[in-house]
């Protein structure tokens, strides 16, 4: 593995080859080796693509299964607070105002519910349609391209959101340290990331849906994730898990066209087999989610100082040594 890249998180060499992964979702061709640090145990793909190359695996034609551009302006209040609130509820009991930056915003539907509950919002995106579009359509500060070359001023926000997002930035680390210069003392970080520690990951391998290569780099546990966020001055006061019934029927869809050879979309036309296949993995979910096995989590980090820890149930553990309980 001599021509692969340096651990993202702990800067180690030595890396243990999970498998050759390839595009399940769009099939664009290639073979993606995706290892796991021997050190902290960060999964990604190494060597790494660069972000001018990554540019490919995202198709345009294809790109409203990512973003929903034109719902953006539609969509009811209603309805997005159905879908935006669960995670406006969350921060609220950390924040309930202030400026706040999404990054790899997308369609735009938490910016547009944030801002009209009060929030001073903004984001940037790679995609160039979806920047004009939250500019002209929200009227934000909307910025194209990565984190780190949006030149946000220095402690311009008091809450940073990526939903989704670390895991496809060429470096979690740089994209931490840059939210670290563009966040005021105090501040909230909250990243929504998959969790490779879930049983799944393992039981699964290269059918594990969320793996999502190769547009997914990185895939974090609650441990590496937690020591980079320390490393770059944030201290995680929560981490809460949960496992979406859309990962169990991705899971069955992967798990059906590679072992059982047989085609067909389970997410939007499911067979009675199909149906059935989702509902028995349903189980599984049911009895994993919101434990640290959930193929997902939401990290709640502060940044400096001691975090404000809300006494709600689901909170995570943090690394030994800590004081939070
Ligand atoms: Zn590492």
Redesign the pocket.
Known sequence: MSQGNA?D????RHQDLLFMARDRLFGIEGEFPLVK?Q????VYISPRPGFEEMGRFYPQEDYDLYNKAAGMTEKSMEELGRLQGPRKGRIDRYRTGGRLLDIGFGGGDFLRFMKECGWDVSGVDYNDRMVELASQELGIDARAGQLEDAGFDDASFDVVTLWGVLEHVQSPRETIAEIRRITADGALLVIYTQNAAAPEARLLGEDWFIYEAPRHLYSFDEH?LTRLLESEGFRVAEVVYETPLYYCQMNWQYLKERRLGRKGDVVHAPSVADRAAVKALSLYRRLVDGTPWSSAMTVFAVKGGAAARPGAAGAGETKEGSDAA
């Open positions: 651990c998180i702990c800067g180690g640090c050190e902290c145990g960060l590496n």
